[in-house]
């Protein structure tokens, strides 16, 4: 009931298409829900996070889905470039400080 | 810039020899945290400091053991690493515990056990 689970583990998408990354989890007592980036030989980084009182969110080219109902939430790259190659991981807690983590997903986007 | 330091970067040590890894924050953050990476995989919590107050996984081993000095610097010793220990190890900070609060992470320290 704790694990988030992340779809698909690999990913290649052209470039200036969209990048979809879903996860989806069993615990309604998760109130925040964060995707992290991580570059290879760097640590991950917020990228754009959700409550679960907002169905969407946008920052730029990133959008975050919420299916409260369906207790799904998925990530969406629009025009997706080279420099968005990277793994992204979703993440789920609630009011303790454990972050549970997606399996992640290695994003490839072709030139 | 306010930052997330981990040193070194690289670390080879041999079988069962002792090694620490190094995190320090310039963030002023209350909560720092311990994470093992390996390839492939997501970042895992062996431990985090709140404050002062020390709080281990449950399945964190006892090979490994952390020391918060001051608010900024934390350390990670690994009193007899094995083959299985090599990783990426991954310091984080964020402000507080629970939801809402981001965790900064550093770099990371490649650990190689030969």
């Known amino acids: 009931q704790q694990q988030v689970k992340q779809s698909p583990q690999s990913l290649i998408v052209q470039k200036g298409g969209i990048s979809i990354i879903n996860c989806a989890y069993e615990n309604t007592a998760f109130d925040y829900f964060p995707w992290y980036q991580q570059f290879p030989g760097k640590g991950p980084a917020l990228l754009i996070a959700i409550r679960p009182d907002v169905s969407e969110k946008k920052e730029g080219r990133f959008t975050i889905s919420f299916n409260k109902s369906a207790k799904q939430f998925s990530l969406h790259i629009m025009d997706s470039q080279p420099g968005d190659s990277a793994t992204y991981f979703c993440?789920?807690?609630?009011?303790?400080?454990?972050?549970?983590w997606g399996a992640g997903t290695k994003l490839i986007i072709k030139p | 810039d306010a930052m997330v330091i981990q040193n070194p970067r690289y670390q080879v040590t041999q079988f069962g020899k002792p090694v620490t890894l190094s995190c320090s924050q310039t963030l002023n953050h209350n909560v720092m945290y311990w994470y093992q990476q390996k390839s492939s995989q997501a970042p895992k919590l062996l431990f985090h400091y709140y404050d002062k107050d020390f709080n281990n996984e449950a399945d964190t081993p006892d090979n490994f053991q952390s020391r918060r000095p001051n608010t900024s610097f934390c350390f990670l010793d690994i009193r007899s690493p094995g083959l299985g220990d090599a990783a990426m190890y991954l310091c984080?900070?964020?402000?507080?515990?629970?939801?809402?609060?981001?965790?900064?992470f550093g770099p990371g320290t490649r650990l190689t056990v030969l």
């Open positions: 984080a900070t964020s402000r507080d515990r629970g939801s809402y609060n981001e965790q900064f």
């Open positions: 993440a789920a807690s609630w009011s303790n400080y454990q972050l549970i």
